[in-house]
C-alpha cells in the first residue's frame, strides 16, 4: 500500500519536474509574451482566464479595468460557447465564490486584493447532502 | 442495458478534451480497463495533506454521470469493513456528502451524495430539477470539480477513521 501511495506522490514530483522542465523550455519565448501582455495591462487591458469546470474547458481573454465580472462572467460563456445554467457560480480558482461581487469592476477588485491572478471558474452547484 | 461502447467512446473523447496533451501517468491517474478511471484527490487540512483515490466508472455515461467511489488504494475496492480511513468526512457543505455505510435496497453501500454520481440516482435521492445531471453539458470534469470542492478546508474533517 505504501508502495502505491509512494509511487502517487513521485507521479505528482515528477508532473512538478516536467512543469519546471517546461517552464525554463519556454521561458525565452514567455519573456516576449509577458512584454506584450504587460503592455496591453499598461493600456488598460488586463487578461482574464475562465475556466469552465463542467468539462474542464478554460478560455481567457483581455478585459479592463473598468469592466465588471457580471459582464466578464457572460463573455466567458460566448468564448465557451456554453449556456449559463440557472445554478451556475462564478468563483475564484481558489474556490472563493464571487457571486456577491459580480457588480464590482476589475480595479475595485485590485483595490481589496479580490482574486487578484484573475483566474476565475464556472461551478454548477449540485444536488446533494 | 447500459451502453458500454458508448461510455468507453464518451470518455475516450472527454479525456482527451480534459487531458489537452497532458499524459495521464504523469498525473497519477490511470485507466486499468475502458469504463475505469482512477484519480488521487488530495484534501488539504491545517498542517497536512490526505490523499484520496476516487475510482470513476463509465459503464451508463454519459446519459448517467460515472459511477463514483473512493477506494482502497491498495485493493483498489472499497471494504466497509476496513476500508473507511479511505474516506473523507465532509461536513457542512449542502452540495455532497460522503455516507460509508448507506441503507439502499437492504444493503449497505458507500454513497457520494451528489447529483453528479451514478449512485445518487441510483438510490433514488431526491434532487431539484435544476440539479440534475444533463449528458449534454456535463462530463466527468464536474463530478471531480463536486468532489474537489468538497476537499476545500472549509468541509474537509479528515478520513471517516485514523490511518495509523
Known amino acids: ?129 | 442495458m447500459p451502453d458500454v461502447a458508448a461510455g468507453a467512446a464518451a470518455l475516450d473523447r472527454h479525456l482527451e478534451n480534459i487531458l489537452q496533451g497532458k499524459d495521464l501517468d504523469r498525473l497519477g491517474w490511470s485507466r486499468p480497463d475502458k469504463l475505469t478511471l482512477l484519480v488521487p484527490l488530495f484534501a488539504q487540512r491545517a498542517s497536512s495533506a490526505d490523499l484520496y483515490l476516487v475510482r470513476l466508472g463509465f459503464h451508463s455515461y454519459p446519459e448517467w454521470p460515472p459511477s463514483t467511489q473512493f477506494v482502497n488504494p491498495e485493493s483498489l475496492r472499497y471494504d466497509m469493513d476496513t476500508d473507511k480511513k479511505w474516506l473523507p468526512k465532509i461536513e457542512g457543505a449542502i452540495e455532497i456528502a460522503v455516507h460509508p455505510e448507506y441503507d439502499h435496497d437492504g444493503k449497505k453501500i458507500q454513497l457520494i451524495c451528489c447529483s453528479y454520481t451514478l449512485e445518487f440516482y441510483e438510490v433514488k435521492h431526491g434532487v431539484d430539477a435544476q440539479h440534475l445531471w444533463d449528458a449534454k453539458t456535463h462530463t466527468f470534469a464536474a463530478t471531480l470539480a463536486a468532489i474537489r470542492r468538497g476537499l476545500l478546508p472549509e468541509f474537509y474533517k479528515g478520513p471517516f477513521e485514523p490511518r495509523s
Open chain 1, 1 to 129: 500500500m505504501e508502495h502505491q501511495l509512494l509511487s502517487l506522490f513521485h507521479s505528482r514530483r515528477d508532473v512538478s519536474r516536467m512543469d519546471v522542465r517546461l517552464e525554463r523550455a519556454v521561458s525565452k519565448k514567455r519573456k516576449g509574451e509577458t512584454v506584450t501582455a504587460q503592455a496591453q495591462e499598461d493600456q488598460g487591458n488586463p487578461k482574464v482566464e475562465v475556466l469552465y469546470l463542467n468539462t474542464n474547458a478554460e478560455v481567457s481573454f483581455h478585459s479592463s479595468w473598468g469592466t465588471t465580472l457580471r459582464d466578464i462572467w457572460a463573455k466567458a460563456y460566448v468564448e465557451l460557447k456554453e449556456a449559463k445554467r440557472d445554478n451556475d457560480r462564478f468563483e475564484c480558482q481558489t474556490g472563493q465564490s464571487l457571486m456577491n461581487s459580480l457588480d464590482k469592476t476589475l480595479e475595485q477588485l485590485r483595490a481589496e486584493h479580490t482574486c487578484q491572478n484573475r483566474k476565475y471558474q464556472i461551478r454548477s452547484e449540485t444536488g446533494g447532502a
